[in-house]
């Protein structure tokens, strides 16, 4: 009797943590992305390129840290979120995730050389981020984005 209370326990735990997780595998290639500009921009330390919707709300912005080689990417938020998911014509991945209460947004940062942020710069024709199971951004791979990449490895 209490290894099926343990069993039906641990059920419900992992059940409820994947709900709170990133969206079940989701294929974006036929969606089209948001209208918007991309926005390259030298920072203090480093630099980032800003995707902002068409009324100029920034959506989702991927920022370089040179000093510490890293590349952070945002995106607004109302709530926390455990993972942010990231999809490329290539793959998707669930990456650990931040939030910041203050600025309501999550981050995830990868190592400048992490392959991801290649298939980020080289998707065909759109790339996704999400989080917590809410409909995925898609917004267009613009060369911003490999520029601020660039930027973290040299």
């Not at 990456?95 to 999550?106: C, E, G, H, I, M």
Request: hydrophobic share 45%; glycine share 6%.
């Amino acid at each position: 009797m209490h290894y099926r209370t343990i069993a039906a326990f641990a059920l419900f735990a992992s059940s409820s943590l994947f709900a709170q997780g990133a969206p079940v595998a989701t294929d974006l290639s036929y969606a089209n992305p948001i209208g918007g500009n991309w926005y390259y921009a030298a920072t203090a330390t480093g630099s980032e390129a800003t995707f902002a919707d068409p009324s100029g709300r920034p959506q989702l912005t991927i920022r370089c840290t040179r000093a510490v080689r890293h590349v952070t990417i945002l995106k607004p938020t109302s709530a926390a979120a455990p993972f942010l998911w990231v999809w490329t014509s290539s793959r998707s991945k669930n990456l650990p995730a931040t939030y910041d209460a203050a600025n309501a947004r999550v981050s995830a940062e990868l190592a400048a050389f992490d392959p991801l942020l290649d298939e980020i710069a080289a998707s065909r024709g759109r790339i996704g981020f999400s989080t917590s199971g809410l409909a995925a951004l898609v917004v267009p791979p613009w060369g911003d984005v490999g520029r601020v990449i660039e930027d973290c490895r040299v």
